[in-house]
């Protein structure tokens, strides 16, 4: 008697257990999402995150309320509408931003960043947003006159910029005499002190930053009537993502064929006239754009093939 009661108590137990791993699993197959190749599917987050170098005005700078502001910033708040999410904003070393886009840390960066063929190996852009260039600021007292006059001289940059990677090229070694003496720092507030300090006889930059730094040094600093190159400003996606830089081209077109364009130009560079509503700061910069996407495409292509043949042979 006491052998059937324990066996008819296995026996439920059993059951009992069967029943519960069964309702888990339908519990599991109603909760968790899944693809066609039954993996899981990843949640879509209700934020987009934006990366960027805060202390670049007037493109993102932190207000009187520590709280981040800026060109910059409002067009991300723009692209966030459109897509309709929330904005989370990541400050970070400027020269980290495309490795973070690569890494899927942040989904776009706004940063005052230049199309480069160089960055267009790893990122893709959106349209043109600005025409910018890089200048040359020096002491007020200094005889530097001309871009021929920083060889041989010290010269401060910001890390990973576009000013970086030109005073570099222009100051590379030449007939076997090193004349690079260039000095690169994470931001441009230390760039600026170190010709300040008389640790450096100029410093490449931005123009609007550059701008912004000598007059709050009103008297000590100038800004040489020669620019040392041109650029243009445009926002950075993970290769691939054309659903988010569709997003923000969408945004850049409407921006600049309602009037938003033009009054945040007003705004935050007064000096600046605009020629033709929407068209000034980005004229003929896009078509130049594509070309040179086109071009790093034409050269991948070529570098594929290059490689197919060699290992062919």
């Given at each position: 008697m006491k052998a059937t009661k324990i066996l008819a108590l296995i026996l439920a137990l059993a059951l009992a257990v069967c029943a519960f791993a069964a309702c888990g699993d339908k519990a599991n197959d109603e909760d968790v999402n899944t693809n066609a190749q039954g993996e899981q599917a990843p949640e879509e987050s209700d934020t987009i995150v934006m990366g960027t170098q805060i202390g670049f005005p007037p493109f993102e700078v932190f207000d009187d309320n520590a709280q981040p502001a800026g060109f910059?910033?409002?067009?991300?708040?723009?692209?966030?509408?459109?897509?309709?999410?929330?904005?989370?904003?990541?400050?970070?070393?400027?020269?980290?931003?495309?490795?973070?886009?690569?890494?899927?840390?942040?989904?776009?960066?706004?940063?005052?960043?230049?199309?480069?063929?160089?960055?267009?190996?790893?990122?893709?852009?959106?349209?043109?947003?600005?025409?910018?260039?890089?200048?040359?600021?020096?002491?007020?007292?200094?005889?530097?006159?001309?871009?021929?006059?920083?060889?041989?001289?010290?010269?401060?940059?910001?890390?990973?910029?576009?000013?970086?990677?030109?005073?570099?090229?222009?100051?590379?070694?030449?007939?076997?005499e090193p004349k690079d003496n260039t000095v690169s720092f994470k931001l441009n507030a230390d760039v600026a002190m170190e010709v300040l300090n008389g640790r450096a006889d100029a410093f490449v930059l931005d123009e609007e930053p550059s701008k912004a730094i000598v007059a709050q040094n009103e008297g000590k600093l100038k800004i040489l009537d020669v620019e040392f190159g041109t650029e243009e400003y445009a926002i950075a996606v993970k290769k691939g993502n054309t659903e988010l830089l569709d997003i923000i081209n969408g945004v850049i077109d409407q921006m600049m064929s309602d009037g938003t364009y033009d009054a945040m130009i007003a705004e935050y560079f007064p000096d600046r006239a605009v020629e033709a509503e929407g068209e000034a700061p980005v004229d003929g910069a896009e078509g130049a754009i594509d070309q040179l996407a086109e071009d790093v495409d034409a050269n991948a292509d070529a570098a594929d093939t290059a490689a197919a043949d060699a290992v062919a042979e």
């Open positions: 910059d910033i409002d067009l991300s708040n723009m692209i966030a509408d459109a897509a309709g999410k929330k904005l989370q904003i990541e400050n970070m070393d400027f020269g980290g931003l495309i490795a973070a886009i690569q890494s899927g840390k942040i989904d776009f960066s706004a940063a005052g960043m230049s199309v480069t063929e160089e960055r267009l190996q790893s990122v893709d852009f959106s349209k043109p947003y600005y025409s910018s260039r890089q200048v040359i600021v020096v002491p007020a007292d200094s005889t530097i006159a001309s871009k021929e006059d920083l060889l041989g001289k010290k010269v401060a940059v910001q890390e990973g910029t576009t000013g970086d990677s030109m005073v570099r090229e222009f100051k590379e070694t030449d007939n076997g």
